[in-house]
């Protein structure tokens, strides 16, 4: 069976793994620049699926993505010798008012009775756990188990296990469109005009999914939704837990190295870290962590969350109306999260 996948972040990678794993021979990947060159290697790396979960079913789904994770960061380092710095550092989601935190007791409450770790702390207790926090905080809702992984380290891992388990990664490859014949995906075109035959054929091409030439019209869009990030160094480290307050966190390292996060902008595949970009993310970081005034800026970028438009905003996974093709896209702001899970899914459409 000949399998092409279209598109080299997170969720072509994983797929191609996967599949390779359970046994098929023949897996190409596709990749227009370099794998893991977008919004895979670009992102965060939070494993957040108590915080960003927005109802139970996603609770379980996540939580489940989540811990996929232990087992798929010791089987990435076996293989390739990489470590994707899987850390479950716990998030504290901050609460100025005492109407913020009675919010959060809910969704605590909630998780607890599902079996989960999750506590709502006074200023006090979050100050026990994280002491660099702000003044003025009227508590917290602390989860010990979310957890976070480097992504230019989890891509870099990717490639060499897929590579070793004998996919063909072929990068500055641009698909110009998909080909069908009889009502059936039966391959791919590329810029040269070249035609790659398959039995199957995946799209993942992240926020550019629904740009390929070919893909059904019936699918629901995958468009970009950029964001911004900023990398800033402390010396000594001092940060440890990863904060929330609202849509803005912060994500230590643990080596010195803090993440500061985002923005939410419609601004199509525009490529630019703006100045009101910065001072928003800065900003609110400083709010939650004042301390971080003292850390260096070491660079700034910004990416394309693939994000579905459609009712409940599900990713796209899985059998597509057009045989032949199937799907791992639309992944939003949790596609780290989500990469195993979605792997094991897509590969056990394909192969059912
Ligand atoms: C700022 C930011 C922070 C984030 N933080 C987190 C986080 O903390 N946790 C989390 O879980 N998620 C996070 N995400 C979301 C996550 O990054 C994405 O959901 C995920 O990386 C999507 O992976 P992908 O493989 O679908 O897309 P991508 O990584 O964008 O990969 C798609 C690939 O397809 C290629 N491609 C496109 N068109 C073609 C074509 N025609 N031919 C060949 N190749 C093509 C592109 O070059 C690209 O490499 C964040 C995203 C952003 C932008």
Same mark, same amino acid.
Request: charged letters at 20%; one cysteine or more.
């Given at each position: 069976m000949r399998i092409v996948i279209v598109g080299g972040g997170v969720m072509g990678c994983a797929t191609a793994l996967e599949l390779a794993r359970r046994g098929v021979k023949d897996v190409v990947v596709l990749e227009r620049a370099v794998p893991g060159a977008e919004a895979s290697s670009a992102a965060a790396g939070m494993l957040a699926a108590q915080i960003e979960s927005r109802d139970e079913e996603e609770l379980d789904r996540f939580v489940t993505a989540r811990e996929a994770y232990a087992g798929w960061a010791v089987s990435l380092r076996e293989a390739t010798g990489i470590d994707i710095a899987h850390r479950r550092s716990g998030v504290l989601a901050l609460a100025r008012s005492e109407d913020a935190l009675a919010q959060m007791r809910q969704s605590v409450d909630l998780q607890r009775a599902r079996g989960l770790r999750a506590e709502i702390v006074d200023a006090a207790g979050a100050r026990a756990i994280e002491r660099e926090l702000c003044d003025g905080l009227a508590g917290a809702a602390y989860y010990p188990d979310e957890a976070q992984v480097d992504p230019p380290q989890l891509l870099r891992a990717l490639v060499v296990a897929t590579s070793r388990a004998g996919v063909v990664i072929r990068g500055g490859t641009t698909v110009s469109t998909l080909v069908t014949e009889g009502g059936r995906c039966v391959g791919v075109a590329l810029d040269e005009r070249e035609i790659t035959r398959a039995d199957v054929v995946i799209l993942?091409? $992240?926020?550019?999914?629904?740009l390929v030439p070919g893909v059904p019209a019936e699918l629901?869009?995958?468009?970009?939704?950029?964001?911004? =990030?900023? =990398? =800033?160094?402390?010396?000594?480290?001092?940060?440890?837990?990863? /904060?929330?307050?609202?849509?803005?966190?912060?994500?230590?390292? @643990?080596?010195?190295?803090?993440?500061? @996060?985002?923005?939410?902008?419609?601004?199509?595949?525009?490529?630019?870290?703006?100045?009101?970009?910065?001072?928003?993310? /800065? $900003?609110?970081? /400083?709010?939650?962590?004042?301390? =971080?005034?003292?850390?260096?800026?070491?660079?700034?970028?910004?990416?394309?969350r693939p994000s579905v438009v459609s009712a409940q905003g599900t990713p796209l996974v899985g059998a597509s109306p057009l045989p032949g093709l199937f799907l791992a896209t639309g992944h939003h702001r949790n596609g780290i999260l989500l990469a195993k899970v979605t792997a094991d899914a897509v590969a056990s459409a394909v192969l059912a």
């Open positions: 993942a091409a $992240g926020s550019w999914s629904s629901p869009k995958v468009r970009p939704v950029r964001g911004q =990030l900023v =990398l =800033l160094e402390e010396r000594p480290p001092r940060l440890g837990t990863i /904060l929330f307050e609202g849509h803005a966190y912060v994500v230590p390292r @643990g080596d010195g190295r803090v993440i500061c @996060g985002s923005t939410m902008e419609d601004v199509g595949h525009r490529r630019e870290v703006t100045a009101a970009g910065v001072h928003s993310i /800065l $900003g609110a970081a /400083l709010a939650v962590a004042p301390r =971080l005034a003292e850390a260096e800026v070491v660079r700034s970028w910004c990416n394309f």
